[in-house]
């Protein structure tokens, strides 16, 4: 025999699709009718009318009909403004927050390089992360479409979760991280659509639940002056810069190309980073100029700007346990130099 209790009980595992809890739980069944095999139900959603209605729809009906009703009658209706608040859901026709809005106090930070390859994702996750252990609330986002691997260098497995169309960054080392990495399968974007990559910007900044008052956000952006550095100086009037080089001069020339483009749009340039600046040996302490010298230096000093590191070749040690292959411990010899860095870049912004 159909009971409301048997009911319940065959729909505690459905859940609601936009505060993700079970709609049990967050009583959201307000009427069960049984009458012999027939049952009808009321349900109260955080937001009716949506293309997760409809999934959900499915997945009460066949949790009713598992219990052992022949045929399934729904009534949706919508919860009110508090009771969503309550549940942690957005009330609907409610415009959620944006990094854009004005009187966001996150400072923007774009990572950029004229090439790729010097070392400009390595130096972004990095600095966000030396950032974090510094006790500031910092964000990144990887929007280098072309090489997205910064989930792969923090050792991130997991995907953000995606409600309605909100989502959330995973966070690692204490740093909130969205990655065009997490959005693509088989090298197809399956969430932003159309070719815009500027549009993919403002989705990140727009549609990412960051945790508020963000300090900092680091933009490790592809390499080079393309369409999406433009973008991000016309969406980003008040971004900061850094620009990433080896020391070998050929490379500070392509990077000036970078930089450049950051003083025509009015960006501040935070500094320089000289990146694979040169090895030590452990043997004898001497340092070998592996690929040039005085790269570093004349880009800083041809866009009037500082050095803000030089960082050696070294690989981090790699932890077993807690596995991100490209981030240095902050005792490590790098680890103590990008925590020096971070430092520098907050002086230089609360300047
Ligand atoms: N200081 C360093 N010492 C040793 N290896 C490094 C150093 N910096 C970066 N690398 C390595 O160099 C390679 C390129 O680095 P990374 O991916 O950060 O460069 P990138 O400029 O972001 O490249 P792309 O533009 O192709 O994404 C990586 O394998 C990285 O681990």
Known sequence: MLTQEKILDALKDVKEPFVNKSI??????????????????KVAITQVGTQEQMM??????????????????????????????????????????????????????????????????????????????????????????????VPDMMGIEEKPKVQGERIFPVERFGVQVISMGFFVQDNSPIIWRGPMLGKMLNNFFTQVEWDEDLDYLILDLPPGTGDVALDVHQMLPSSKEIIVTTPHPTAAFVAARAGV????????????????????????????????????????????????????????????????????????????IYMKMAQKVIDKIDK
């Open 24 to 41: 049990v739980e967050i009583d959201g069944i307000r009427e069960i009718n049984i009458k012999e095999n027939l049952v009808s139900l």
């Open 56 to 149: 959900m729809q499915q997945q009460l009906v066949n949790a009713v009909k598992g219990a052992g009703a022949e045929s399934v009658g729904l009534r949706f209706e919508q919860m009110t403004d508090e009771e969503v608040a309550k549940h942690g859901g957005q009330a609907p026709g409610s415009q959620p927050k944006s990094l854009l809005d004005e009187g966001v106090k996150t400072t923007f930070i774009a990572v950029t390089s004229g090439k790729g390859g010097v070392g400009k994702s390595t130096v972004s996750v990095n600095l966000a992360t030396s950032l974090a252990r510094l006790g500031k609330k910092v964000g990144i986002i990887d929007a280098d479409i072309y090489g997205f691997s």
């Open 261 to 336: 483009m950051a003083l025509k749009t009015d960006h501040e340039i935070l500094g320089v980073v000289e990146n694979m600046a040169y090895f030590k040996s452990q043997l004898t302490g001497e340092k070998e100029f592996v690929f040039g010298q005085g790269g570093g230096e004349r880009l800083a000093k041809e866009l009037k700007t500082d050095i803000l590191a030089q960082i050696p070749l070294g690989q981090p040690e790699i932890d077993e346990e807690d596995f991100a292959p490209s981030i240095y411990a902050p005792e490590h010899s790098i680890g103590e």
